[in-house]
């Protein structure tokens, strides 16, 4: 099965820098890939997704990045502001029987320094 | 009004008794899910129903029993609590099968003692 490792586990910038995130997945079939932030306490929330046939995507200030070949994707949020901070999770998915099996990495704990 | 609702948000017990949580969306969405995030925030999946039809279910013990009545809802019974189960039991609906956003609910933190 689909296999998804993420890292760093932890990562510290000040405000204002970038912060990158990124992951490498197993199964050459996936084909869809979100990423999700969740704030302390809080439901983990969509903030971008990524298909198979793009090789990059922009919203703002956060842009996600997708090399099939190699098999990993990266998550760059630019300019970063405290409200930033959150744990982030990149997920894998691959064409289901009517239902989506994301495959979520172990997480990113972002935190931006005022 | 939340589109993914989930009760309750909290649940103190103990080891041996039997529980259950309730999950609605109310987004017309065909698919719902149970994942779980243990103390180390890993957000495992355990099941998936698409219009009331059990799609996935993951290695779950069988004392883990999700009940969809109709596909608004989607149920998890435990029996014969452990330790072990203790964590963040989320809830998430998605539009069909295809690669649409996962919903998720607040989640109910779940206490075995």
């Known amino acids: 099965g689909e296999n998804v490792e993420q890292h760093p586990s932890t990562l510290s910038v000040q405000e204002g820098d970038s912060a990158v995130i990124k992951c490498t997945y197993s199964?050459?079939?996936?084909?869809?890939f979100p990423w999700y932030k969740q704030e302390l306490g809080k439901r983990p929330q969509l903030i971008i997704d990524?298909?198979?046939?793009?090789g990059e995507k922009k919203d703002q200030r956060i842009a996600v990045t997708l090399n099939k070949t190699a098999k990993h994707f990266s998550l760059h949020i630019t300019e970063t502001q405290p409200e930033d901070s959150a744990v982030y999770f990149c997920?894998?998915?691959?064409?289901?029987?009517?239902?989506?099996?994301?495959?979520f990495g172990q997480g990113t704990r972002l935190t931006i320094n005022p | 009004d939340t589109a993914v609702s989930q009760t309750p948000k909290y649940l103190v017990t103990q080891m041996g008794n039997d529980k259950s949580i309730k999950c609605e969306q109310n987004?017309?969405?065909?698919?719902m899910y149970w994942y779980k995030q243990d103390s180390k925030k890993f957000l495992k999946i355990m099941f998936s129903?698409?219009?009331?039809?059990?799609?996935i279910n993951e290695t779950v013990p069988n004392r883990f029993s999700p009940k969809s009545p109709d596909k608004a809802h989607l149920n998890l019974h435990i029996n014969s609590l452990e330790l072990g189960d203790s964590a963040v039991y989320f809830c998430?609906?998605?539009?069909?099968?295809?690669?649409?956003?996962?919903?998720f609910g607040n989640g109910t933190r779940l206490t075995v003692t």
């Open positions: 998430a609906s998605s539009q069909g099968g295809g690669h649409s956003p996962l919903h």
């Open positions: 199964d050459s079939a996936s084909n869809y």
């Open positions: 990524i298909r198979s046939n793009v």
């Open positions: 997920a894998a998915s691959g064409v289901g029987q009517g239902a989506q099996k994301l495959v």
């Open positions: 987004l017309g969405h065909d698919t």
């Open positions: 129903y698409n219009n009331k039809e059990l799609i």
